[in-house]
C-alpha cells in the first residue's frame, strides 16, 4: 500500500522536490522493514559501540573513525546523488552502505565470504557500496581537501600554527605548510593488471601520500598503484 501510494506520488508530481520524496520514503514503515532484513550484527552488535577508547568493542576499533565522525560524513554523503538511486530502490540504508565499506578498509585482509557471514552482505551489494562511496568521496573530497593555492592567509597561519606548537625553548622549522607521511594500503588484488598492486613485501596494495596542517586536517591525498 505504501509503496503504490509513493509510487503513484513520483508519476503524479514528476517535479516533487526529491529531498522531500526521500525524507518521506526513508521514513516509511515498509522502507525501515526493508532496511532491517539483514544480519543480527545491525541490530544487535553496531548500536552498541562508542568512542569509548577503553572499551574493546569501540567504534573506532571497527571503522578506524569515531561515531562522531561518522554521523558527520553521513550527513555529508546523504546528500550525494550516488546514494539517491540506492536509497529509494534498496534496502540497505546509508548508514550500513557506509558502514560496511569502512569495515572493509578496516579489514582488508579478509574476503567476501567472512564479510558474509559477519555484516550479512553478498559479494555483489559488497562491491557496489565499495563503488558507490569512492565515488561519492570524490565530490566530498573536492569540498574539504584542499591545498592552501593563491591563499596566503591560510598558508600564513598553517605555518604560525606549525611554528607555535611546543614550548618557548624548543626550536620550530619556519615556513613549514604542511607534515606529509605515506603509507602501503593492503587492499584486494584488483582482478585488471593486479601485478602493478604488488608492493615489496608481496602484498596487494596502494601508495598513498597525504599532507595535513596543523590541525591534522587533510589538504592533499594522493593514491596509485604500488608497483
Avoid at 518521506?24 to 544480519?39: D, G, K, N
Avoid at 569495515?103 to 557500496?129: C, H, P, Q
Wanted: net charge positive; proline share 3%; hydrophobic share 40%.
Amino acid at each position: 500500500m505504501i509503496a503504490t501510494l509513493i509510487l503513484h506520488a513520483s508519476i503524479a508530481m514528476p517535479l516533487i522536490n526529491q529531498d522531500i520524496f526521500y525524507e518521506i520514503y526513508i521514513s516509511s514503515p515498509l522502507f525501515m522493514a526493508q532496511s532491517w532484513e539483514c544480519h543480527s550484527y545491525w541490530t544487535s552488535f553496531h548500536p552498541s559501540l562508542s568512542d569509548e577508547e577503553e572499551r574493546r568493542s569501540s567504534f573506532k576499533a571497527h571503522y578506524r573513525i569515531t561515531l562522531e565522525t561518522f554521523n558527520n560524513l553521513i550527513r555529508k554523503l546523504s546528500s550525494c546523488e550516488e546514494y539517491m538511486g540506492s536509497q529509494l530502490h534498496g534496502r540497505f540504508p546509508l548508514f550500513i552502505q557506509v558502514a560496511t565499506v569502512l569495515w572493509r578498509f578496516a579489514n582488508s585482509m579478509f574476503g567476501f565470504r567472512v564479510m558474509e557471514m559477519t555484516l550479512g552482505i553478498k559479494d555483489g551489494s559488497y562491491n557496489n557500496f565499495t563503488n558507490r562511496f569512492v565515488d561519492a568521496m570524490k565530490h566530498v573530497g573536492e569540498q574539504v581537501i584542499i591545498w592552501p593555492v593563491n591563499d596566503r592567509e591560510r598558508a600564513l597561519e598553517i605555518a604560525n600554527g606549525f611554528r607555535g606548537r611546543g614550548t618557548a625553548e624548543e626550536l620550530r622549522l619556519s615556513g613549514v605548510i604542511g607534515a606529509m607521511d605515506g603509507k602501503l594500503v593492503v587492499i584486494h588484488k584488483p582482478a585488471s593488471r593486479g601485478n602493478l598492486y604488488v608492493d615489496r613485501k608481496n602484498w596487494s596494495s596502494m601508495s598513498l601520500l597525504a599532507v595535513c596542517d596543523h590541525r591534522t586536517k587533510f589538504m592533499m591525498v594522493k593514491t596509485r598503484d604500488s608497483g
